[in-house]
């Protein structure tokens, strides 16, 4: 399995605040970093480089995207924008908690670029598997809108780009928090196919106006919706169940993963149960399917647990045994509304026809 890395990611600065929120408050003592940082990035590759799973794997080094490439899935105007809020000398809100400095059009370009190299690399036949460790991530980036920490769409740029070269794409998102800038640039696009698995959230304000609900399923996109709480058992029957065999019906030769880790037990930006097993499960069920592969990094803020679950997902890519234990997982799987989340994702988009 091949990872693809740029040093230019970790260059994007968030600062810090009240966790996600930028500014200064007379009542914290300490303000917090922001939850997406170069720290977490940096730890993510630690534990791939020095974990039992490195024998697994090579590393390649990514590049910076062109205006042309980033232009694929994103307005002009919305690109433009993004250039002159980064070079602005100061860091600058963007939306309420995406924030970008002098150093984040770069980390921009070559979270864009990286991932486009990884695409390269898997339609060259060099690679089944390649993973873009990058940031800043991008599922949330709407053709026009920045939201949710993300600028530009990696995992999108990557299925239009395979999709312009003849490939019929699906999406896969696992990250917590639904998909929706992946969903606005394929809305109008009946051969890229688009599933999210997530917590209910809803709407979060101007910027993320989709419900992220099976009401917005339709004949090339499967929104699943789990109610709080979801863990191991309900991902892989959502898997199971309803996401592989709409990427089989799909007729899908080239699949792009948009790979989160904030669905964790542990992770302070959500409300799931996955435990590192469960992750484990999920990277088998992506290798199950044999298809020529691209993995976009998104989500996942508590650093260390998130390192493990992305070892773990990776061990069960490559088809080992488990290498690491889990020294955390506790949780318990509660399984009580598996069965009306999964009817209720299922009823949407089959009122709507299949792909």
Request: aromatic letters at 8%.
């Amino acid at each position: 399995m091949e990872f693809f890395w740029h040093e230019a990611c970790l260059a994007h600065d968030t600062g810090d605040g009240l966790w996600e929120l930028p500014g200064r408050w007379e009542w914290l003592d300490e303000p917090e970093p922001h939850p997406e940082n170069a720290a977490r990035l940096r730890t993510f590759r630690h534990a791939l480089t020095h974990g039992p799973v490195a024998t697994h794997l090579t590393w390649s080094a990514g590049r910076f995207a062109t205006d042309e490439e980033l232009a694929r899935v994103h307005t002009a105007a919305y690109l433009a924008h993004i250039y002159k809020a980064c070079t602005a000398g100061e860091r600058v809100s963007l939306e309420t908690n995406t924030v970008v400095g002098p150093g984040s059009w770069d980390a921009i370009r070559a979270a864009a670029g990286t991932a486009l190299a990884a695409c390269e690399a898997v339609r060259a036949g060099r690679t089944r598997l390649a993973y873009a460790l990058v940031r800043p991530p991008g599922h949330h980036a709407q053709r026009a809108l920045a939201d949710g920490y993300c600028m530009v769409n990696n995992a999108a740029l990557v299925a239009e780009t395979a999709r312009r070269a003849g490939h019929r794409v699906a999406v896969l998102d696992w990250d917590v928090h639904h998909g929706n800038g992946t969903q606005d640039v394929f809305r109008d696009s009946e051969d890229v196919l688009t599933v999210s698995i997530h917590m209910r959230h809803g709407p979060w304000g101007a910027h993320h106006t989709q419900t992220g609900g099976p009401e917005e399923s339709d004949r090339a996109n499967l929104n699943v919706e789990l109610s709080l709480g979801a863990g191991d058992t309900a991902y892989r029957r959502a898997l199971d169940e309803l996401a592989v065999p709409a990427i089989r019906a799909h007729g899908t030769d080239f699949l792009v993963c948009a790979s989160g880790f904030d669905g964790s037990a542990f992770d302070p930006n959500g409300r799931h149960n996955l435990t590192a097993a469960g992750y484990r499960d999920i990277g088998r069920r992506v290798a199950a399917l044999d298809l020529p592969t691209v993995l976009t990094q998104e989500g996942g803020y508590l650093r260390g647990y998130s390192a493990l679950c992305l070892h773990a997902l990776v061990e069960g890519l490559v088809g080992t045994a488990p290498l690491l234990d889990d020294p955390l997982a506790y949780v318990p799987d509660d399984t009580r509304l598996v069965d009306s989340d999964l009817a209720r994702a299922a009823t949407g988009r089959a009122g709507r026809g299949r792909a």
